[in-house]
């Protein structure tokens, strides 16, 4: 079992930044793990915004690239999503996601909510 804690969501005017926070209770830094942030609209599917191995390899949707960046500090089990230039349409609840690479396991955070609005 892995327990993740989401902080650092909120409201923020359009064009401003927010950082959110993830913080897992197993390591990940293992090449078989990967962290991401997804996020989910009221009645809309969860989809990926950002994605980092245990190995540091990123990957982000296309809607968010050049505005957001995925990091981790390993020695902290934590990967943050730094969110700039934020849009009215990245308002959503993001949830983070750890997932053992080799076997599919999946656990998810329990959300955090980001607002984008002036």
């Known amino acids: 079992q892995v327990q993740l804690e989401e902080s650092g969501g909120g409201l923020a005017q359009p064009g401003g930044s927010l950082r959110l926070s993830c913080v897992a209770s197993?390591?990940?830094?293992?090449?078989?793990?990967?962290v991401g942030w997804y996020r989910q609209d009221p009645g809309e599917q969860r989809d990926a915004v950002a994605i980092?191995?245990?190995?540091?390899?990123?990957t982000y949707a296309d809607s968010v690239k050049g505005r957001f960046t995925i990091s981790k500090e390993n020695s902290k089990n934590t990967v943050y999503l730094q969110m700039n230039s934020l849009k009215p349409e990245d308002t959503a609840v993001y949830y983070c996601?750890?997932?053992?690479?080799?076997?599919?396991?999946?656990?998810w955070g329990q959300g955090t909510q980001v607002t984008v609005s002036s």
């Open positions: 197993r390591s990940i830094s293992s090449i078989i793990t990967a």
């Open positions: 980092i191995t245990g190995d540091g390899r990123t």
């Open positions: 996601n750890f997932r053992y690479l080799t076997t599919g396991t999946t656990y």
